[in-house]
Structures are given as C-alpha cells and as structure tokens.
C-alpha cells in the first residue's frame, strides 16, 4: 500500500478496505467506507486577457458503521495513519450513543453489484495545461466579440477535472470508477447603457474530443446576447408556453424530486398517491440511465454499491417507479431500485443519474406552428415550486410568439401554473440533446398563466 497521505486510485481501495475491517474490530457490527479523490485545472479569461488560474487537488474519506439499529458518519480530508485512527474510533462512539433509526443498514447482499459495464467516463489523454485551456476561453470569446451587437465581456473560461470514487461495504461489496470532466463557456454582453443584456453558451463533456468547438460557443453566446435586445413587457393572459432546451430539463427535475422515496416516505409530494396513473401525457415516457456511454452523471454502480440499471421512470405517461435508496425503500416496504448517491459526510440518499424526458416527433417549428399568442421561455428565476401541491410560479424571459413565429424579446414575466396540470398538458419536440445532467428537448405546456403588466 502506498502512502496513505498521497494515495493512487489503486491504493484507494486499501484504503477503504482498512477502514472497514477496523471499524469491525473497534466494535461496528457493519460499516461502510467511500474515498473519493478529485483534482481539477481552470482558467478564466476576459477581454483578451488571462485573469485567473486555479488549480485544487484533494481527497476525502467517509466512514458510517452500524450498531444494531443505530448508525453514525464520520468524515476527514486527512488520511494518515494520525487521523484515520481517532476517526474510526470516534465513529463507533458516535454510533453507540446515536438515535435508532429502523431504517438503517447497509444493502441486502443479493442486491450489490458484482460486475458492471464499462462506461467510458475517463478520458485518458494527456491532461490539457493552463495554456491550452486559455486558448480554448480566448478563442470563444474573440467568436463572441466579433457577433455584431455585442458591446462587451462578461468572460470566458475553461476547465478540465478528474475524480474517482471507492466504495467498500462489510457487507462484501468493493468498487472503484473514475471519471473526468472538460468544460468551457462564455458570458457576453449587447447593446449600450440601461439597454444591455447578457446571455451565454457553454459546452461539457466527458471526453474533451467531444466539445463543440470553440469559436462555435462564442459565437452563439453572441448571438444570444443580440437576440435579447430591446425586450418589451406583455399583458396577462392565459397562453401555451413553449421551454426552450436550457431550461426544459427543469421540469424533469422537478418531477424527480416529487418521486424521490425521501419525499414519498414523508408524504411531502403532490404524486405521493399517483403509482401506476397517468403522471404525464400519454406519449411521453422519462429515462433515468445510469449506464449511458461517456453520460455526464453515468455511474457503474450506486452509493450503496448496488447494481443500478437504465429504469422508465415514466412509461407512455404512466409512472412506473420511486426512487429510492435502501433506507427509504425500507421505510416504503419496498426493494431500493439503485438510486443511492452520497458524499462523504453523510448517510445515502435517493438521485437520479442522467435523467432525461424522450425526444417526441415533431420539430420545434411544427410544435409552434399554431400558436397564435404564446411564451418561448429561454430563462428562468427563481424556484418557485412547492413540492406538497405542485404549484409552480418561477419569474422567466424569452421571446414571445405570435402566429407561429418567434416575434420579439420579452421579459419580466411571471409563468404559473400547477406541475400536475403541465405534466398532463405537455407535448415534446424531436430536440433532445445531452448537455446537462437532467435534459429535455424543447416543450411546450398548454394553458399556462403568464403575469407581465
């Protein structure tokens, strides 16, 4: 085993290995331990010139026994021999005097992984130096710069990151995956005065091949920008509203938190009685994959080390499942579906990987094609959502529609509405892509409340 102040990804599951079987000794009855390791690389870059450099490096080790139906967590970023002992038995300690919990406990054994596909999260090339990240930022903002219309910079910047996971259970399960990261965006500013507006683009992958181009990002940036210009107020009205991409993929997050286990356990979610009914409209079907190949939130396994699996959350507009981890599938009387995530300082919790609703069959033009007053929303503020009821009320901007065709810029606009009446009356255009951790393609809600002047 290498040094336990600078360990390998290797030397990792030593590491958690350690912690478990002593943890067992000083007394746990089970125990559970997750290294995590991470370092990153970013630049930003404004107005031709570099303005900052950061680069991090650190590791963390989380370890929860077990007594009986008692269970503590213990965390430290300091994993020499000096720290990990006085961590395990405070671990202990902290468990022996804790409040029992009928719920805790680690995974049953027949539901741990025991072997799982190989994702291809990892870019192994050379990591890009600060140079090269620099130049990426100068190259995107110099597209958005020339966009004409635009006026000035908010910035630009770049970065790349890698992180791997270890988890090692009493209960027989050992895993180890790494992943990284590579990302760059730009911020612009059009117009003069009291009349600017900001806007952006970005692009992330797992893979750095995988990015769209430089120049590509920053000129869209700009464009955004321009596109925003001399915004004008509306009336209030009822009208269908259509979610451009970059904000469409919070609808599926809100969904997702009304199914979380934690929330149905409670009886805290406006779908805590709809298992098995009509969630959405009939042709839209939701997907969690924690398998996708190169998928920004792909995971080989769950933070339970249980076998997670590509699941229809929402089937031809049925709901199909929870999400649940082992602790609140227990508490429902029902079978944890792979959904754990954690960090290092707590117990598991339910989440999703990537998430995403299924592209429909129409373009965006035919989707808006007889809309002869409407909102196409490309922001949204606030977070306006109550979870028990499913009223929804967010402050948006965009572009208002009128006889098919995107007509102007508009904004400070209040959309409202109830999540179960928006889910029902919903219709997906055939433009999904994989940008975000949660994606959708373009959709559009009919009969929702806008609130202008």
Known sequence: ??????????????????????????????????????????????????????????????????????????????????????????????????????????????????????LDIEDKSTAPSAEALAAVAAE????????????????????HGRSSVT?????????????????????????????????????????????????????????????????????????????????????????????????????????????????????????????MKRGHRSKPFDGEGVKNRRMMLIEDGILTTWLLDTATARQLGLETTGHAARGTGGPPSPSTTNLYMEAGCLTVRELIADIKQGLYVTEMIGMGVNGVTGDYSRGASGFWIENGEIAYPVSEITVAGNLKDMFLNMTPADDLAFRYATNAPTVRVEGMTIAGT
């Not at 599951?13 to 079987?21: G, K, T």
């Not at 955004?224 to 509306?234: D, E």
Request: proline letters at 5%.
């Open 1 to 118: 085993m290498s040094s336990p102040t600078a360990p390998t990804l290797e030397s990792t599951l030593d590491i958690a290995s350690m912690l478990v079987e002593r943890a067992k000794k000083a007394g746990a009855e089970a125990a559970e331990a997750l290294v995590v390791e991470g370092t990153s690389l970013g630049i930003s870059w404004r107005l031709g010139k570099l303005e900052d450099v950061e680069r991090s490096e650190g590791r963390d080790a989380g370890l929860r026994v077990f007594i009986g139906k008692r269970q503590a967590t213990v965390s430290s970023t300091d994993l020499s021999e000096a720290a990990l002992g006085p961590m395990i038995e405070r671990a202990v300690a902290m468990a022996r005097v804790a409040p029992e919990d009928p719920y805790c406990g680690l995974a049953e054994p027949h539901l741990l992984a025991r072997d799982w596909p190989e």
């Open 167 to 291: 988890l090692v259970t009493s209960a027989g399960f050992a895993g180890t995956y790494a992943g990284t990261s590579s990302s760059f965006s730009c911020s612009v500013l059009a117009g003069e005065g009291t009349g600017m507006e900001r806007d952006y683009d970005f692009s992330n992958a797992r893979h750095a091949a995988d990015l769209d181009r430089a120049a590509d990002v920053g000129r869209r940036a700009g464009e955004n920008a321009v596109r925003r210009l001399n915004p004008r107020k509306v009336s209030s009205q009822s009208v269908p509203v259509v979610y451009d991409p970059r904000v469409s993929g919070g609808l599926v997050g809100h969904f997702a938190g009304a199914i979380s286990g934690a929330a149905i356990a409670r009886g805290t979610s406006f779908l805590k009685k709809s298992m098995g009914l009509p969630v959405f409209a009939r042709n839209i079907s939701i997907v969690d994959d924690p398998h």
């Open 140 to 159: 995107a903002e110099e597209a958005a710069l020339a966009v004409k219309g635009v006026t000035n910079s908010s910035g630009a910047g770049a970065s």
